[in-house]
């Protein structure tokens, strides 16, 4: 919301911040996504200077943890990578829709892909499965 709230310059409105220590986001939340078709280069090649790669990396850890949990807007899954001395360091969790259970992953690796994922795994073997299914029940 900060995010938005600045780039409309209106960021007098803001009267706090969460930072992540104390509440995770949604992945992918506050970065900006532009859709195109796979095959228009001249598109491609117009928003290439657009791209902040090392955003993109910690985006791409999120995502794949959150596909990995077959996650969307109607489950409580958080996950939110930031880059620490060359390596993506990402924290994910999933939560009990009543708040009685709280699940927590980190992972630490170059490959975002391969992070994200991991952050599913040890999610899924503490029980993740099983919150995010009486989610969705």
């Known amino acids: 919301a900060c ?3 600045i780039r409309l310059e209106m960021g007098d409105r803001i009267a706090a911040t969460i930072p992540p220590e104390v509440s995770l986001p949604a992945g992918g939340q506050g970065a900006v996504g532009v ?6 280069s001249r598109v491609a090649e ?3 200077p657009l791209n902040h790669d090392l955003t993109a990396r910690c985006v ?10 077959d996650g969307g807007c109607d489950v409580p899954i958080a996950s939110y990578a930031e880059l620490r001395d060359g390596n993506i360091w990402l924290r994910a ?3 009990a829709t009543d708040g009685s259970e709280l699940l927590l ?9 391969v992070v994200g994922i991991a952050a599913a795994e040890e999610l ?7 919150l995010l299914a009486a989610a969705r029940a």
């Open 124 to 130: 899924l073997s503490q029980g993740a499965d099983a």
């Open 105 to 113: 992953s980190e992972q630490v690796g170059t490959d975002p892909e």
């Open 93 to 95: 969790l999933v939560g």
């Open 46 to 48: 117009l928003l290439a």
């Open 60 to 69: 791409r850890a999120e995502r794949a943890c959150v596909k990995r949990l």
């Open 3 to 5: 995010a938005g709230l």
């Open 35 to 40: 859709e195109y078709r796979a095959d228009d």
